[in-house]
Nanobody
Framework: QAQLEESGGGLVQAGRSLKLSCEAR????????MGWYRQAPGQAPGKQRE???????????DYADFAQGRFSISGDIARNAVWLQMNSLKPEDTAVYYC???????????????WGIGTLVTVSS
C-alpha cells in the first residue's frame, strides 16, 4: 500500500520557521510530481485542500500566492522525497499540511494520486 509520510509539523510563534519533510514509501510506479497542500482547521467538510507548492517532473516549481517569497519547496523525485521550508510564518498559516504525489505532471488538471495523512502546523500570534 502506498504511503506518504510527513514530518516536521508543530507549534511555532509567528515570524519563525518550520521545515516539513515527506517521503513516499511502497510506491511501485514512478512518481513524477510532488507537492504540499493545506487545510485550515474547522473548514467545512468537502472544501478542497488549498495548494501550497508543487514540484513537477519537468522541473517546474509553482507556488500559491500566499507562499510566494516565504515558502520554498525542494524535492528529490528519484528518492520520492519533498520538503517545504516555511519562513516568516503567520497565524493564518495554521493548517494541516498534506504531502501529495502523482505519476504525471498534470496535477492541476487531474489531481494527485497519493496523499499523506497530514501534519499539523500551528502558528501562534
Amino acid at each position: 500500500q502506498a504511503q506518504l509520510e510527513e514530518s516536521g509539523g508543530g507549534l511555532v510563534q509567528a515570524g519563525r520557521s518550520l521545515k516539513l519533510s515527506c517521503e513516499a514509501r511502497s510506491i511501485d510506479r514512478g512518481i513524477r510530481s510532488m507537492g504540499w497542500y493545506r487545510q485550515a482547521p474547522g473548514q467545512a467538510p468537502g472544501k478542497q485542500r488549498e495548494l501550497v507548492a508543487l514540484i513537477l517532473g519537468d522541473g517546474t516549481i509553482d507556488y500559491a500566492d500566499f507562499a510566494q517569497g516565504r515558502f520554498s519547496i525542494s524535492g528529490d523525485i528519484a528518492r520520492n522525497a519533498v520538503w517545504l521550508q516555511m519562513n516568516s510564518l503567520k497565524p493564518e498559516d495554521t493548517a494541516v499540511y498534506y504531502c501529495a504525489a502523482a505519476r504525471h505532471d498534470y496535477v492541476r488538471t487531474y489531481g494527485m494520486d497519493y496523499w499523506g495523512i497530514g501534519t499539523l502546523v500551528t502558528v501562534s500570534s
